[in-house]
């Protein structure tokens, strides 16, 4: 008996310690936007950007720019081959 009386206890006291706040409660902001829109670009847009300093391709209907990723590239000058176009199937194979 005094061992469930106990049990009862410490789960009420354990209840009230979570459910209490405390004085150190922060409001926190969310730096990210609540809707975020996509740039909309035409093949004709992304085909002036077809340099090594200025490398944008399309992957599944997506424009990524890849002018920092040039020089690194494993495959050397072959991710020149599709700058400014179409490369969904040089990157999937």
Do not use: Q
Request: glycine content about 8%.
């Amino acid at each position: 008996m005094i061992l469930a009386v106990v049990a009862l206890l410490l789960c009420v006291f354990l209840g009230a310690f979570v459910l209490i706040p405390s004085g150190n409660t922060k409001n926190v902001k969310s730096n990210a936007k609540a809707e975020k829109t996509a740039k909309i670009y035409t093949k004709a847009e992304v085909s002036v950007h077809n340099k090594r300093t200025d490398c944008w391709v399309i992957i599944k209907n997506k424009v990524y720019d890849l002018t920092p990723y040039v020089e690194v590239h494993p495959g050397g000058d072959a991710i020149l081959a599709h700058a400014g176009d179409d490369s969904t199937v040089g990157f999937y194979g």
